[in-house]
């Protein structure tokens, strides 16, 4: 057990601290880190999520408690920390979304990635696939949506026109698509599974990197809802997925990787939003940047549970 949690965690936080250290060593700058992301999301993600969702039959996805599992793990620390801020605390919706990003949207394509194919193998490619239609699908709209209605210039948008724009980003048609064709019972030839792979299999590394170089231009900050967010997105959402995964008795690798996914810090997106609208620039990277340092520890134990439970 000692041995699985270090494989998973030491080599991510080694390429990270690499990543970290380029960053804060000028070798990487904001703009190089935006066009590993670029790499990232729109090439080398798609092509591994592609890839695999091609190791499923279509059953696996026809699995309704396992879906809604996943679907109310993420969506509902989101739509809580959402409203808490909106409502509780009076922020305005613009803040309030992204607070609610950082605490129910989990890192799946930098953090988690490397962290189930270690634990699980190929078979932890399906929480991330899900995963990350929901996010793409409820989770952005949602954010964006509100960031729109919180500009002051009055920018209009609609919560159906931002889907259409999330659809046509190949992270979320990429695997849309691979899911259709498996549902329909095709099969990827090997010499397009071979093509794909050689891109998609950087993805990984390249994802943890980035998300190191990312990191290191946030400034640490302790307050109240960085700490609330630490608490709701590391600790209350893989615990609701573990309490899910027994209500709906999952098995093995479907409910380690709903753990492990669940247990992902807080997504760096929220930080690009912040500045790219110029919402609460000086609170949500810190958010952020806490729940990432906390991982290191969190991770280790949500794993240890999740191979222990199921």
Request: proline residues 6%.
């Amino acid at each position: 057990m000692f041995n699985l949690i270090l494989s998973a965690l030491v080599p991510v936080a080694f390429v990270v601290l690499l990543g970290y250290l380029a960053g804060r060593s000028k070798l990487v700058n904001q703009d190089g880190a935006k066009s590993l992301s670029t790499v990232v999301v729109n090439f080398a993600l798609p092509c591994a999520l592609f890839v695999a969702i091609f190791g499923f039959s279509p059953s696996q996805f026809e699995n309704i408690p396992y879906v809604v599992t996943l679907l109310v793990s993420i969506t509902l620390p989101f739509f809580a920390a959402f409203f808490l801020s909106l409502l509780v605390w009076k922020k305005p919706t613009g803040e309030a979304a992204l607070f609610g990003s950082n605490s129910g949207f989990p890192d799946m394509a930098y953090f988690g990635l490397p962290v189930v194919l270690t634990v699980i193998g190929q078979q932890g490619m399906l929480p991330i696939i899900v995963g990350n239609i929901v996010t793409s699908i409820i989770v952005i709209p949602v954010v964006m949506a509100m960031l729109h209605k919180g500009q002051a210039s009055g920018s209009q948008s609609n919560v159906l026109s931002i889907v259409l724009s999330t659809l046509k980003q190949p992270v979320v048609w990429a695997p849309l698509t691979g899911l259709v064709l498996v549902l329909l019972g095709v099969k990827l030839p090997e010499l397009a599974t071979g093509s794909l792979k050689l891109l998609g299999n950087i993805s990984g590394g390249l994802a943890l990197f980035t998300l190191g170089v990312l990191l290191s231009f946030l400034t640490p900050k302790i307050d109240k809802p960085v700490v609330l967010v630490v608490f709701i997105k590391n600790l209350v959402m893989p615990a609701l997925a573990v309490a899910l995964a027994l209500v709906f008795k999952l098995d093995g690798d479907l409910a380690k990787g709903i753990v492990i996914i669940a247990a992902c810090p807080a997504a760096t997106m929220g930080a690009m939003l912040s500045s790219q609208f110029n919402v609460a620039q000086d609170k949500i990277p810190a958010q952020i940047l806490a729940s990432n340092v906390a991982a290191i520890l969190t991770m280790a134990m949500w794993i240890f549970i999740a191979e222990k439970l199921f």
